[in-house]
């Protein structure tokens, strides 16, 4: 695996990212209730854990000699709260995928830094979708 195949998906993950931040910024704005409102305490929470990795991913890139993107990725819109969650947990779960992935081709190119940050971030993502398992569970 080459490092500008590296770029490419270290990309894809930052369009990954900036999607997230807006769709959990949407959807903190379309949480109703009481059950909305716990809910938008937690996004936002999260929010600042992805705008993290989107600060990192965007480094990175720089750092490869990449050209990182600006350009979030879409994302559904669907209505209610166990709907939002249910896509945001499909999402978290293929970033974990995602940057397991990634992690590996870093080992492969001898980036040591890298290979070890894409990992915390794949437990940062796995850490989202068990928060949200819970809530989940109790919708
Ligand atoms: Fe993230
Ligand atoms: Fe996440």
Redesign the pocket.
């Known amino acids: 695996m080459s490092q500008k195949k590296l770029i490419q998906g270290l990309n894809e993950d930052l369009a990954a990212e900036w999607g997230?931040v807006m769709r959990y910024t949407y959807q903190a704005a379309h949480a109703f209730g009481i059950e909305g409102e716990h809910l938008r305490d937690i996004l936002a929470e999260?929010v600042q854990?992805?705008l993290g990795h989107a600060t990192f991913l965007t480094d990175v890139i720089v750092d490869l000699g990449g050209e990182p993107t600006t350009t979030p990725k879409e994302f559904g819109k669907p209505k209610g709260l166990k709907k939002m969650l249910e896509l945001d947990l499909e999402m978290?779960l293929r970033?974990v995928e995602h940057y397991n992935e990634h992690a590996r081709i870093a080992e492969e190119l001898g980036l040591t830094e890298l290979k070890v940050k894409l990992e915390e971030m794949a437990a940062?993502?796995a850490g989202?979708a068990r928060e949200i398992r819970r809530i989940l569970k109790g919708l």
């Open positions: 997230t999260e854990d992805e978290e970033d940062d993502e989202h």
